[in-house]
C-alpha cells in the first residue's frame, strides 16, 4: 500500500501512565481514517525499559512490547488498519539499546555477567583497551567511593536501586562486595569521572551502542522488522539517528534487502542548509526536519531581523559573533561532554601511526567545530573533512603536526574514520540542538531540529527552489511540522514567528516588562519571553497546568543552556530565582499585558499556522501529522509534546468541520487519497501574485490540477487590506476544496483569502 500520509502515534505502556497501546489505536483506526490518512506511523514498538514513555531505550529488539499489547495486538491493530484502508509505518532503533536497569537487557546483563566470553560481547560498542585489565568500565557511582557500600545479594551486587551480576564463581564466602566487585568483568565508577567503556547514544549513559556493521548483530536485531515485513504487517520504517552507526549507507542496503524495493524506508538524517542528502542512500529520503524549517520558514518576515537583532544585542551581546560561539560549543562538547569518547578516538589513532602529540584532542576538537553536518564521509559530502583540516590549519597554525598525526590517522585506519565521524555527530547535537539552541533568543521559532537560527526565515525563492529540487530527487521522503524531538508545537512556533511581523512592538513590550520586573539574566529572560508568548492562553487564564508546564520547561532550558545552570552542576540559587520572577509574570501585572498583546497578536498567528499546514501537507513529500496536531496545541520541548491527545474533543471536530485546522488537514488529506499521482509525481511550478501586496501570497502547482495558496505577514495588511494584488489562475475553471468558491482566470487575493487565509483549489471539480 502506497505511504501518502501518515499520522505520528507515540505508544505508551500501562507502567508508564497515560497509556495509548495497540488496543487504544485500534479503537480510533475509524477516526483516521475519516481524517483521510493512509499510514499511522507508530513509534518504538519493541520491547523497551518497563515503563518508557517513549520507547527509544529498547532492551529486547526481538520481541514486540508487551505493555503494548504484544505481537497479538500488533497483528489485531494491522488488521483493523487494513480494513479500514490504512496501513502501519513502525520507528525503529538500530543505534542502541536501553541499558539503565542491567536486569532488563538480557543481551547486556549477560555481557556483565561473561565479559570478552558473553555471546553478545561483539553485539556491544565496547572499549576494552580503557582498563588495564580490560573490565567493562560503568559509570554509574555518585562517586568511586560508593563502590565501598556494595553489597553482596544472592548473584547480584547492590547499591541502593542499582542491581550488577556476579560472574560464577566470584563470590566467595565472607567477602565483601568490593571484594567481589574487583573479581567482575566490570568495574563501576562515579558518573563524574568523564570516562565510559562503551559507545553511548550521544553521552547518555543508560543507552549503549550497538554494532550493526556486524552482519550477525544486524540479522538478530532485526529479526522482529523482517517478520512484519514477511507478514506484511507494516508498509514501512523511519530509522532513528543512522548517523550513530559506525557504516550508515552500508546498513541500509543490508535493511532494504530486508524489508524488500518497495518498502517505505525514511531516516531520521538533520541535514545542514547546505547539505544535500546523498543519493545513493537506498531510501525514499529523510524524516523532513529539512521540509519543517522551510514550511514555517517562509513565514518569518525578514524586515524583522534588524529590530531583533538589535533587541537581543542591546544587553551587551554581539549576534555577529554566533557561529565563533557555536563553534566553541562543540570545542566545549567534544572535550568535555564527549571527553571519553575523545579520548578512545585519540587512542586509536595513536596506535595507527605509532605516533602521538599532546595537542591531537586540541587538534581534533578544532577540526570537529569546523565541520558544518552531523557526519562527512557519505560520497556527496567528500569534501567537507578536508575543508575542516584546512581551515582549522588556518585558525590555529600551532596544530599544524597533531593535524598531520590525524591525517595519517585516517588514512590508515577506517576505525579512526569511523569514531571521528560518531563523534562530530554526537558534538553537533549536543553543541547545537541541546545547548546553542537554548542560548539564541533572537526568534527563537528558528531554533529546531535542521535549522539554524542566524539565517532569518527562507525566501519564496529558496522555498520554491528547494520543493522543486525534493519534488524531482526525493518525492516521497517525509515532511513534518511537528515530531516527537521538535523544540516547540508547530502553532507554537507559528505565533512566535510572528514577533518577526512586530519587532518593534516586541521590544517595546520586553523592556517594558523588564523594568517592571527584573529577570535574574536578561538574555536568559529573551529566550523565556518567546516561549511564554507562544503559549499563553488568549483568554489570560493561566492554570494550574500550564504554570507547571511552562516551570518544568523553564528548568530544562536553563539547564541545557548551561551558562548559569547546568544538568550535571544546578546552581540552585539562580534556578529559585528564575522560577521566582515566572511566577511574577503568571501574577502580576505583566499578565494583563500579555493578554493583551496576545490578543491582538493571536488572528495572525493562526493565520500563519494554517498556511505552513497547508503547505507542509501539499508541498512535495510524504505528510506527517504529529498526534493531535490536528487543532491548535501548545506544547514545547519533550516531554511537553508527548502528553495524551483528547481523542474525544477531535472527532467531535471532525464532525463538524467547524474548527479551521481540522478542516485544512481533513481536505488536503482526503485529496491526497484522490489523486495520489498529483502529490507523488506532479512536481512544483511556483504561482507568482501580482500587485502592490503580491509578496504576502505563497503559491503554488502540484500536478495540473491541484493549486496552493496561502496569505503571510497579515499584520501588514492588517490596515490598508490586500489592495491590487492578484492571482493568475491556469486555465480552466477551480475550486477551492476549502470554501467551496469557484474561481477562473485572474482573481483577487481578498476574494481568495475571504473565507480562510489559504486556498487549495483544484481544477475541474463539478
Given at each position: ?14 507502567a ?6 495497540f ?42 512490547s ?7 495486538g ?15 509505518v513502525?520507528?525503529?532503533v ?11 537487557n538480557?543481551?547486556w546483563?549477560?555481557?556483565l555477567?561473561?565479559g ?15 582498563d ?18 556494595l ?15 556476579i560472574?560464577?564463581?566470584?563470590a ?5 562486595g ?11 565508577v562515579g ?6 567503556g ?18 550477525a ?21 523511519r ?38 542528502l ?15 524549517r ?19 544585542e ?31 578516538l ?34 556527496a ?21 597533531p ?8 588514512a590508515?585506519s ?16 549536543k ?13 527563537v ?5 535542521g ?64 523594568r ?20 499563553w ?7 494550574d497546568e ?18 548559569h ?6 546552581d ?9 520572577w515566572?511566577?511574577?509574570v ?15 497578536i ?37 516531554p ?25 488537514v481533513r ?24 500587485g502592490?501586496n503580491?509578496g ?10 491541484v ?30 476544496r ?21 486556498a487549495?483549489?483544484?481544477h475541474?471539480?463539478?
Amino acid at each position: 500500500m502506497a505511504v501518502l500520509s501518515t499520522y505520528r502515534l507515540q505508544m505508551r505502556g500501562a507502567a508508564s501512565g497515560d497509556a495509548f497501546t495497540f488496543a487504544d489505536a485500534e479503537e480510533l483506526v475509524d477516526y483516521f481514517a475519516e481524517l483521510g490518512v493512509s499510514h499511522l506511523y507508530l513509534s518504538p514498538i519493541l520491547t523497551a525499559a518497563h515503563g518508557s514513555t517513549h520507547g527509544y531505550d529498547v532492551t529486547d529488539p526481538t520481541t514486540v512490547s508487551a505493555e503494548l499489547g504484544g505481537p497479538e495486538g500488533l497483528h489485531r491493530l494491522a488488521a483493523a488498519a487494513r480494513a479500514a484502508g490504512l496501513g502501519l509505518v513502525v520507528d525503529i532503533v538500530p543505534n542502541h539499546v536501553g541499558v539503565d536497569v542491567p536486569r532488563q537487557n538480557a543481551w547486556w546483563w549477560d555481557l556483565l555477567t561473561h565479559g570478552r566470553r558473553s555471546e553478545y560481547a561483539s553485539f556491544f560498542d565496547i572499549d576494552w583497551d580503557l582498563d588495564p585489565d580490560g573490565r567493562i568500565i560503568l559509570p554509574v557511582l555518585g562517586s568511586d567511593d560508593d563502590v565501598d557500600d556494595l553489597v553482596v545479594d544472592g548473584d547480584q551486587l547492590r547499591l541502593g536501586d542499582l542491581a550488577y551480576p556476579i560472574a560464577p564463581g566470584t563470590a566467595d564466602a565472607g567477602a565483601s562486595g568490593a571484594q567481589v566487585h574487583d573479581r567482575q568483568h566490570y568495574r563501576l565508577v562515579g558518573w563524574r569521572s568523564g570516562v565510559c567503556g562503551y559507545r553511548r547514544f550521544f553521552s547518555i549513559t543508560s543507552l549503549a551502542g550497538l554494532r550493526q556493521e556486524d552482519r550477525a548483530v544486524f540479522d538478530t536485531t532485526h529479526t522482529e522488522v523482517g517478520r512484519w515485513f514477511s507478514a506484511e504487517l507494516v508498509d514501512g520504517i523511519r530509522i532513528d539517528h543512522p548517523d550513530g552507526l559506525s557504516d550508515p549507507a552500508g546498513y541500509l542496503v543490508w535493511l532494504r534487502q530486508l524489508i524488500g524495493p518497495h518498502a517505505w524506508l525514511v531516516i531520521e538524517k538533520i541535514l545542514a542548509v547546505d547539505e544535500a542528502l546523498d543519493l545513493s542512500l537506498p531510501v525514499q529520503g529523510t524524516t523532513g526536519y529539512d521540509a519543517l524549517r522551510e514550511a514555517g520558514g517562509v513565514f518569518v518576515d525578514p524586515s524583522g531581523e534588524e529590530a531583533l537583532t538589535e533587541l537581543v544585542e542591546s544587553p551587551g551581546g554581539d549576534y555577529a559573533a554566533m557561529p565563533d560561539v557555536a563553534r566553541r560549543l562543540k570545542v566545549q562538547a567534544v572535550t568535555a561532554t564527549l571527553a571519553s569518547e575523545l579520548a578512545r578516538l585519540c587512542r586509536t589513532a595513536v596506535a595507527t601511526t605509532g605516533r602521538d602529540h599532546p595537542l591531537l584532542p586540541d587538534a581534533v576538537a578544532a577540526v570537529l567545530s569546523h565541520v558544518g553536518v552531523y557526519r562527512s564521509d557519505y560520497p556527496a559530502l567528500s569534501a567537507v573533512l578536508p575543508g575542516a583540516l584546512a581551515a582549522t590549519a588556518v585558525d590555529h597554525p600551532h596544530l599544524d603536526e597533531p593535524l598531520t598525526l590525524l591525517a595519517a590517522a585516517l588514512a590508515g585506519s577506517p576505525e579512526v574514520e569511523v569514531r571521528l565521524q560518531q563523534l562530530c555527530g554526537a558534538a553537533t547535537a549536543k553543541s547545537m540542538e541541546d545547548c546553542l539552541f537554548y542560548r539564541d533568543a533572537r526568534l527563537v521559532s528558528l531554533n529546531e531540529v535542521g535549522g539554524e537560527p542566524d539565517k532569518f526565515g527562507v525566501s519564496t525563492a529558496e522555498f520554491h527552489r528547494r520543493a522543486a529540487v525534493r519534488a524531482a530527487l526525493w518525492p516521497q521522503a517525509m515532511t513534518t511540522l511537528s515530531t516527537h524531538d521538535t523544540k516547540r508545537g508547530e502553532d507554537v512556533r507559528a505565533r512566535i514567528g510572528v514577533l518577526s511581523q512586530v519587532p518593534s512592538l516586541w521590544a517595546e513590550m520586553v523592556r517594558g516588562w523588564e523594568r517592571v520586573n527584573p529577570s535574574p539574566d536578561a538574555q536568559t529572560a529573551l529566550f523565556l519571553w518567546q516561549n511564554i508568548f507562544g503559549v499563553w492562553p488568549t483568554d489570560g487564564a493561566v492554570t494550574d497546568e500550564l504554570r507547571h508546564r511552562l516551570h518544568a520547561y523553564t528548568e530544562k532550558a536553563i539547564r541545557e543552556a548551561a551558562l548559569h545552570t547546568a544538568w550535571n552542576d544546578p546552581d540552585d540559587g539562580f534556578e529559585s530565582a528564575v522560577h521566582a520572577w515566572l511566577d511574577t509574570v503568571f501574577d502580576g501585572p505583566i499578565a494583563t499585558e500579555m493578554t493583551e498583546l496576545v490578543a491582538r497578536i493571536d488572528q495572525h498567528a493562526r493565520s500563519d499556522a494554517l498556511g505552513q499546514k497547508l503547505i507542509a501537507l501539499t508541498a512535495p513529500g510524504v505528510p506527517d501529522v504529529y498526534q493531535g496536531t490536528e487543532l491548535w496545541e501548545d506544547s514545547l520541548v519533550d516531554p511537553d509534546n508527548r502528553r495524551p491527545v483528547d481523542y474525544a474533543a477531535r472527532r467531535e471536530a471532525l464532525r463538524q468541520l467547524a474548527h479551521p485546522k481540522i478542516r485544512v488537514v481533513r481536505t488536503a488529506l482526503q485529496l491526497r487519497r484522490e489523486r495520489p499521482e498529483t502529490f507523488l509525481a506532479g512536481g512544483h511550478r511556483p504561482v507568482l501574485a501580482d500587485g502592490e501586496n503580491a509578496g504576502h501570497v505563497v503559491a503554488f502547482l502540484r500536478g495540473d490540477d491541484v493549486l496552493v495558496a496561502v496569505s503571510r505577514w497579515t499584520v501588514r495588511l492588517a490596515d490598508n487590506g490586500w489592495g491590487d494584488t492578484t492571482v493568475t489562475l491556469p486555465t480552466g475553471a477551480w475550486t477551492d476544496r476549502l470554501s467551496g468558491a469557484a474561481y477562473s482566470g485572474t482573481v483577487r487575493a481578498e476574494d481568495l483569502f475571504a473565507n480562510l487565509p489559504v486556498a487549495l483549489l483544484v481544477h475541474g471539480d463539478d
